[in-house]
C-alpha cells in the first residue's frame, strides 16, 4: 500500500494540480482493502481476482459517478459515462502533453491503472510469493510517468518512490524467509511460484507496450495533403486540430511570426478542414496550384490588405494570410482551390522566412446574408456519420428556436454558446461525438470545442459548416508589426451562403474577429497575457484594431441578436504548421531517474540477499 501511495503521489507530474490526490487514493486503498480482506478470509485466486476487479468498478463509481448510482450500485447511466471518459482517453492520449485537467476523464483513467496495479501487486506478493515482481505494476506506471511528466517535483516524487519500492522488496523478502505461504492453495514452492509472476508481469508489460505505442504523439497521423502528381518529394502537414490546448500550454509564449498589415488586424488564417468523419475533422487531400492572381474567385466585394509575414518559431507547410488570399509572394507557395490555404511544399517553412501576401476580405451585409440561402455548398460540407448524440440534437432546436434563414440559425447558434457555456483550457475532449456529448454537459471547453461543436450542430440543422484554423491578430507594438505567438491560436467555423462564399462566426466566449463585426456582433478580441501551464484563467483583451481606410459601408448596421462585445474567455493555439522551438514538458531529467531506478533494482538484486540471511 505504501509504494501504491508513493505512485499516486507522482502523478502530479502529468497532473495540473493536486485535485486528483483525495479521489485517487480512496480508490487505490480501496482496492488494497478488499484485497486484504479476501486473502484473510482465504479466498481462491479464482474467487479473488473477479471480486477485487468488481470492487474496482464499484470504488470507481462510488468516488467519480457518484449521482449515477442506483442506490449502493453503478446503474446504466454509470457505466455510460465511465465508457465515454475511457474512450475519450484513449483518442487523445496520442497528442496529449501534461499537466493534463486533475479532474475529470484523465483522473478516472488513471485512478483505474493505479487500482489495476495495486490488485496486481497485492496478488504477486502474498499469492504468487514475488518480490521484485510486486513491484513491477506500479514502476510501470511510474515510468511512463517520469518519461511524459512534467518537472513539477521531479527529484522528490522520484525519490520517494525508489524508496518505497526498496523498502517493499526489502519487507517481501523478510516475511517470506520467516513463514511459509501458499500459492492457490497448495504448499510453497519458491521457483515454481515465481515463475507464473514472472510471465503475468512480462505479460502485462507487453499489452502496456502494445497500446501505449501505437497511440504516441505522430504515430500514423494522417496527410494533410499529398503531392504525389508533384516531381519532388512528398508534402505532409499534419492537422492542427491534433491537440490545441498542449500547444497553447506548453508554446503559449514563444513568437511564431510577425507580420505587417496594410489595414489593420485580421485572423490570420492557415487552415481548413471540411471533412468530418465523426472522431474528428479530419485532413483533406487537396491538388497545389500556383497562386498567380485569383482576384476573380472572391465572390463578394470587399477591402484588399497586403500582409508581410516574418517566421520566426511557425513550422509546417502552411502560411498564415488573411482570409482570402488573391496573391503570394515568393511563387514556390502554392494555392488549395477548395480550403483555400497558401501551402509551401517539399519544405518546412523556416525562422527568417518571409511571405508577402495579398488578400481581399469580403464583408458581407446582415442583408446580404439574411436573404442568402445554402442550397449551392460545394460537396461534402454537410455530411454527417451516424452517431450524433442526442443532447447535441436538443440542444441545435434548443439554439436556434425561433430563426428562420440560414444566417439566423447561425448567428443564433453562436450567441447560444457563447451565453452559456465557459472557456476552459484543460478540457480535453477533442472533436468526436463522445466529446461532444462531454462538452455540452460541461459546458466548458475552449475554441476547438466551440468551432467543433458549432459545426456538428450547424450541420444537423442545414448549414453547410467546416472548420478554420490560425491566428487571432497578436499584439500591435511600437514598431507597427503584430507579434503573434502560440497563445494566440485559434479555431473557428464558416458557414457557406450562396453568393457570398464562406463566412466565419465566433463562437468561442472571449474571441472576436475584427473582419467578423459587423453581420456577428461580436467585437474584436483575443487572449492577453502569458501562459504558465495551463493553471489558472487567462484573460482577453481588445485586439487593436487601427481605423481602416476609406471606411466600411456596413459599419453602422445593428445585428439583432448579436453577440455579447463584453463576454470573455480566451481560446488556444491551433496552427497547421504548429510553434516549435520550444522545450517540451517532459524535461531533460527522465532518462536519469530511469537509469537510476534500474540501476538501484539490479544493486538490491545482488546485496540484499546477502544482508537478509546475515
Known amino acids: 500500500a505504501g509504494l501504491t501511495v508513493a505512485t499516486v503521489v507522482s502523478l502530479c507530474r502529468v497532473f495540473a494540480d493536486w485535485g486528483y490526490l483525495r479521489d485517487m487514493l480512496i480508490v487505490a486503498l480501496g482496492t488494497h482493502a478488499v484485497a486484504a480482506a479476501l486473502r484473510l478470509a482465504r479466498a481462491n485466486l479464482l474467487i479473488a481476482l473477479p471480486t477485487l476487479l468488481l470492487a474496482i468498478i464499484g470504488l470507481l463509481s462510488a468516488v467519480y459517478y457518484g449521482d449515477t448510482l442506483n442506490g449502493p450500485l453503478p446503474g446504466s447511466r454509470t457505466f455510460e459515462l465511465m465508457r465515454i471518459d475511457l474512450r475519450l482517453v484513449i483518442e487523445q492520449f496520442p497528442t496529449a502533453i501534461a499537466p493534463v485537467p486533475s479532474i475529470g476523464n484523465y483522473a478516472v483513467a488513471a485512478a483505474a491503472a493505479v487500482a489495476l496495479c495495486a490488485a496486481l501487486s497485492d496478488t504477486f506478493a502474498f499469492r504468487a510469493l514475488g518480490h521484485l515482481e510486486a513491484v513491477v505494476p506500479a514502476g510501470v506506471v511510474f515510468i511512463f510517468t517520469a518519461a511524459l511528466g512534467t518537472d513539477r517535483h521531479r527529484v522528490a516524487v522520484s525519490a520517494v518512490w525508489i524508496a518505497m519500492a526498496l523498502l517493499t522488496v526489502a519487507v517481501l523478502r523478510f516475511r517470506q524467509t520467516s513463514e511459509e505461504a501458499t500459492w492457490m492453495g497448495g504448499r510453497r514452492m519458491r521457483l515454481a511460484a515465481a515463475v507464473p509472476a514472472v510471465m503475468v508481469t512480462f505479460g502485462l508489460t507487453a499489452v502496456v507496450a502494445a497500446t501505449v505505442a501505437p497511440r504516441l504523439p505522430g504515430a500514423g497521423e494522417k496527410a494533410l495533403i499529398d503531392t504525389r502528381n508533384r516531381q519532388g518529394s512528398v508534402t505532409e502537414v499534419l492537422s492542427p486540430l491534433v491537440d490545441l490546448g498542449a500547444q497553447m500550454r506548453n508554446r503559449g509564449n514563444l513568437e511564431a511570426f510577425t507580420v505587417e498589415s496594410s489595414d489593420g488586424a485580421h485572423y490570420w488564417r492557415t487552415y481548413a478542414s471540411s471533412d468530418f468523419d465523426g472522431r474528428t475533422w479530419v485532413p483533406v487531400e487537396e491538388d497545389l496550384f500556383e497562386m498567380g492572381d485569383r482576384s476573380d474567385s472572391v465572390l463578394l466585394p470587399g477591402s484588399r490588405t497586403q500582409q508581410s509575414f516574418r ?216 487572449f492577453a497575457g502569458s501562459v504558465d501551464g495551463g493553471n489558472g484563467t487567462p484573460q482577453t483583451t481588445p485586439a487593436t484594431v487601427p481605423p481602416r481606410d476609406g471606411g466600411d459601408p456596413d459599419a453602422a448596421t445593428t445585428v439583432p441578436g448579436g453577440g455579447r462585445p463584453g463576454s470573455t474567455g480566451v481560446t488556444t493555439t491551433a496552427v497547421a504548421g504548429s510553434v516549435g522551438g520550444g522545450s517540451t514538458s517532459s524535461g531533460s531529467g527522465v532518462p536519469w531517474v530511469v537509469a537510476g531506478l534500474i540501476t538501484a533494482l539490479l544493486a538490491w538484486m545482488l546485496i540484499a540477499p546477502r544482508i537478509i540471511r546475515s
Not at 481581399?360 to 454537410?382: E, F, H, K, Q, Y
Not at 465557459?422 to 475532449?429: E, G, I, K, P, R
Not at 497578436?474 to 497563445?487: C, P
Not at 465566433?506 to 456577428?520: A, H, I, K, M, N
Open 311 to 526: 517566421i520566426l518559431a511557425l513550422s509546417g507547410h502552411t502560411v498564415p494570410a488573411a482570409y482570402r488570399p488573391v496573391a503570394v509572394s515568393p511563387s514556390d507557395v502554392l494555392w488549395t482551390e477548395g480550403t483555400q490555404m497558401l501551402v509551401l511544399p517539399d519544405v518546412n517553412l523556416e525562422r527568417g522566412d518571409r511571405i508577402a501576401v495579398e488578400s481581399i476580405v469580403p464583408r458581407p451585409s446582415v442583408d446580404m446574408l439574411r436573404a442568402a440561402t445554402v442550397a449551392n455548398a460545394p460537396a461534402g460540407n454537410l455530411d454527417l456519420p451516424g452517431g450524433l448524440p442526442q443532447i447535441a440534437r436538443d440542444a441545435a432546436v434548443e439554439a436556434t428556436q425561433g430563426a428562420t434563414t440560414p444566417y439566423d440559425k447561425a448567428l443564433a447558434l453562436q450567441n447560444w454558446f457563447r451565453d452559456n457555456f465557459t472557456y476552459d483550457l484543460d478540457v480535453q475532449y477533442g472533436n468526436s461525438y463522445d466529446a461532444t456529448d462531454a462538452f455540452l454537459r460541461g459546458r466548458s471547453g475552449f475554441c476547438q470545442h466551440f468551432a467543433g461543436t458549432f459545426g456538428v450542430m450547424a450541420r444537423y440543422l442545414g448549414l453547410p459548416t467546416r472548420m478554420a484554423v490560425g491566428y487571432t491578430p497578436g499584439d500591435l507594438r511600437a514598431d507597427g508589426l503584430y507579434h503573434v505567438y502560440g497563445r494566440h491560436g485559434h479555431a473557428w467555423p464558416e458557414v457557406w451562403f450562396d453568393g457570398i462564399g464562406w463566412v466565419a462566426f465566433e463562437p468561442t466566449p472571449g474571441r472576436g474577429s475584427p473582419d467578423s463585426v459587423d453581420y456577428t456582433g461580436v467585437a474584436p478580441a483575443q
